[in-house]
């Protein structure tokens, strides 16, 4: 069974910055895809990060390109999110998602829908 934790989440001020992490026991995530999704009230899922298994492409949602970076540490199975520069919009529940598909056009497979397991999120407020 497939299992995500995430963790990480918290209250921070705008400007600030905070790293969320998703460990992902009793699977080998560099050959799974695995992503960041959040949602906030009222707003469908949207795709933070995407690093697809086996090539590790990455693939960027354009409302966090420059401030956001994901990154594996494969010694511990954990899959991280280092957010910079958070501003009130990047308030959302954020979600880890895997697939044991790799998705090698990881742009095209950054979708919620072609991700079949899912953590149960961690909420990240940026708020003064």
């Known amino acids: 069974q497939v299992q995500l934790v995430e963790s990480g989440g918290g209250l921070v001020q705008p400007g600030g910055s905070l790293r969320l992490s998703c460990a992902t026991p009793?699977?080998?995530?560099?050959?799974?895809?695995v992503a960041w999704f959040r949602q906030a009230p009222g707003k469908e899922r949207e795709a933070v990060a995407c690093i697809s298994g086996g090539t590790r492409n990455t693939h960027y949602g354009d409302t966090v390109k420059g401030r956001f970076t994901m990154s594996s540490d494969d010694a511990k199975n954990t899959v991280l999110l280092s957010m910079n520069d958070l501003d009130s919009e990047d308030t959302a529940v954020y979600f880890c998602?895997?697939?044991?598909?790799?998705?090698?056009?990881?742009?095209?497979?950054?979708?919620?829908?072609?991700?079949?397991?899912w953590g149960q999120g961690t909420q990240v407020t940026v708020s003064s």
């Open positions: 009793g699977f080998r995530h560099d050959r799974y895809a």
């Open positions: 998602a895997a697939d044991p598909r790799a998705f090698d056009n990881i742009a095209f497979y950054c979708r919620s829908y072609y991700f079949a397991n």
